[in-house]
């Protein structure tokens, strides 16, 4: 498979955990601004993701091949990551964030089964049960920090 596919798919499925993991945490401490912090958080994890690509890709030899990686990988995260990003602009902020992530980590299954051409059923389960475990620990996570009043 291609670096940049790769990179495309894994940035996509970065962008949504731990975009939504980072608003969902937020939440649950009932501190600051969602909207804001989800697109610091799409900032912030784009490049990141271009970077560790790009330093990972270009330890193999192509300079070009690493540059679309990291550019793939970039885009892919701020897709991804805006998913969540949409739910906090709705009238239930927690609970479309939630629903929006989950729709958007069952699509990554889908495209991530067709490209590796794995089974559907196992990716996509895969996918979509890690994301929830990623948003359910820093939910509690959140939660614990309101309770202790930070």
């Not at 067709?114 to 979509?128: G, W």
Request: zero cysteines.
């Amino acid at each position: 498979m291609r670096q940049w596919l790769r990179a495309s798919i894994l940035g996509s499925n970065d962008g949504l955990v731990s975009n939504a993991s980072l608003m969902v945490g937020v939440a649950s401490a009932k501190v600051g601004n969602l909207a804001g912090i989800g697109l610091a958080g799409i900032v912030a994890g784009s490049m990141s993701m271009a970077v560790g690509e790009y330093v990972s890709v270009r330890s193999e030899g192509s300079t070009k091949e690493a540059l679309q990686a990291a550019g793939a990988s970039s885009l892919s995260f701020a897709i991804g990551g805006a998913i969540p990003l949409l739910g906090a602009f709705m009238p239930h902020k927690d609970v479309f964030v939630i629903l929006f992530t989950i729709i958007g980590l069952f699509i990554a299954g889908v495209l991530s089964s067709k490209v590796a051409d794995k089974p559907y059923l196992r990716t996509v389960f895969r996918i979509v049960m890690g994301g929830i475990l990623g948003m359910i620990i820093t939910a509690g996570i959140g939660a614990l920090a309101h309770t202790a009043g930070m």
